[in-house]
């Protein structure tokens, strides 16, 4: 009997140290499943974070495997994940994980997943399979052959800026690379990852002050 074909992913996890218990869970359900063939590679402590993700890239070509599988240590998706990224059949799509910023005028959870507008990136409120023109790399299933065309350092950090006000993070010049490569950039609105962060009352009162002047800006 020929044998049956599974798609082999190699989740990149880089961390500090520290990887949310949540993402074990899902690795075990994931390997158990028997659906897929699976590589787990958590480098730890490689900074910045666009080194570890070009390490990851490095490490994957040579692996031979089907998907590159990009989590946060402390962003952890659906159980079905994996199923649906894969079922999409897109070049490259991320499950929504969001972010607290300030927009139109208050402090509010906006999805990292991007189109381009006036002044910059905005955050697109879609709903279901929507293209993007940049998504964050923290949940993020990519085929091999997107990884082989982009070349070697596909992640940079150009400037600190990720909202594309200043500069870009190192997901979104990541991001430019793809397209350039002439590939497109999907996001799953259907599905949320959980985001674990740490914020402090500092954080919190920045946004506000952020939104109480775009809010009289805007009023």
């Excluded at 998504?135 to 992640?155: D, H, N, P, Q, S």
């Excluded at 914020?199 to 946004?207: I, R």
């Amino acid at each position: 009997m020929k044998p049956v074909y599974k798609p082999s992913i190699f989740i990149a996890v880089p961390n500090v140290g520290i990887v949310s218990t949540e993402i074990s869970i899902r690795l075990l359900q994931w390997v158990s499943s028997g659906k897929y063939t699976i590589k787990y590679y958590p480098p730890e402590n490689v900074r910045p974070l666009d080194k570890a993700r070009n390490l990851c890239h490095k490490v994957f070509l040579e692996s031979k495997m089907d998907y590159l599988f990009f989590l946060d240590a402390r962003v952890v998706p659906p159980p079905d994940a994996l199923d649906k990224l894969i079922a999409a059949n897109k070049d490259m799509v991320s499950v929504t994980a969001q972010t607290i910023q300030a927009f139109e005028g208050e402090p509010r959870l906006v999805p990292v997943a991007m189109r381009k507008a006036e002044g910059g990136f905005k955050p697109h409120f879609g709903d279901g399979l929507e293209q993007v023109d940049v998504t964050t790399c923290a949940c993020t299933l990519i085929k091999r052959k997107v990884m082989e065309k982009v070349g070697k350092r596909a992640f940079k950090f150009t400037m600190t800026d990720e909202w594309g006000t200043e500069g870009y993070s190192e997901d979104f010049y990541f991001c430019e690379r793809v397209k350039k490569a002439g590939f497109k950039i999907w996001n799953d609105y259907t599905q949320l990852a959980s985001h674990f962060k740490d914020t402090d009352m500092k954080t919190v009162n920045d946004l506000m002050a952020i939104a109480y002047k775009e809010g009289k800006d805007n009023g």
